[in-house]
């Protein structure tokens, strides 16, 4: 083949890196604990019969999950409770969060982000993938240019073939 009609990727020779944000995200099983489901009627915290509950719940259920803890109940909990519940959970889940679903997935992605080493993407030209297949907390992104701003000699968000300029060092 001529060199006129060569075909040539001109992204890949750009020295351009690509960042999948979804890459980070905790791989595991995510499971929620309502304490509603430990209360009196779904109302009222009796601690005799909470901590027959929690002393019954399965920890296998939990092993190696990611959990959160919630209450959907209109009852006020006393802190102890999630104490309580966390207690027995330590050392079987991975982590245990306050909070709903998306609480945990900011936590998670917080973790993930603050402690990933970006050193590779040092003076480089780094492109955020736009597109996701998960749902990454908009926070993460947030977190993502702090981290890399620093480093990057330019950042873009996007698609190679179609991005938005973040910044340029």
């Known amino acids: 083949m001529s060199e006129e009609f060569e075909i040539r990727n001109k992204v890949a020779e750009s020295g351009l890196i690509n960042f999948d944000l979804t890459d980070l995200v905790p ?17 009222i915290l009796k601690e005799k019969d909470f901590r027959e509950k929690v002393a019954a719940i399965n920890t296998e259920d939990y092993q190696d999950a990611y959990v ?12 102890w ?9 330590t050392g ?10 998306e609480d945990l997935e900011v936590l998670l992605m917080h973790n993930a982000v603050q402690t990933y ?6 003076g480089k030209r780094v492109l955020v993938k736009g597109c996701s297949d998960k749902e990454i907390p908009e926070n993460a992104y947030i977190e993502l240019v702090e981290q ?17 300029p973040i910044l340029k060092n």
Do not use: H, W
Not at 81 to 89: G, P, Q, R, W
Not at 117 to 122: G, I, K, N, S, Y
């Open 148 to 164: 890399l701003q620093p480093l990057v000699k330019s950042l873009m968000f996007g698609e190679a073939c179609s991005n938005v």
């Open 117 to 122: 080493d970006f050193e590779e993407m040092r």
């Open 27 to 43: 791989k595991g099983l995510r499971k929620g604990i309502d304490l509603k489901d430990f209360l009196f009627m779904e109302m």
């Open 68 to 79: 959160y803890i919630y209450n959907s109940a209109d009852a006020i909990v006393p802190l």
């Open 92 to 101: 079987v889940t991975k982590k245990i969060v306050f909070g709903n679903r």
């Open 81 to 89: 409770a999630y104490f309580l519940i966390t207690a027995k959970l």
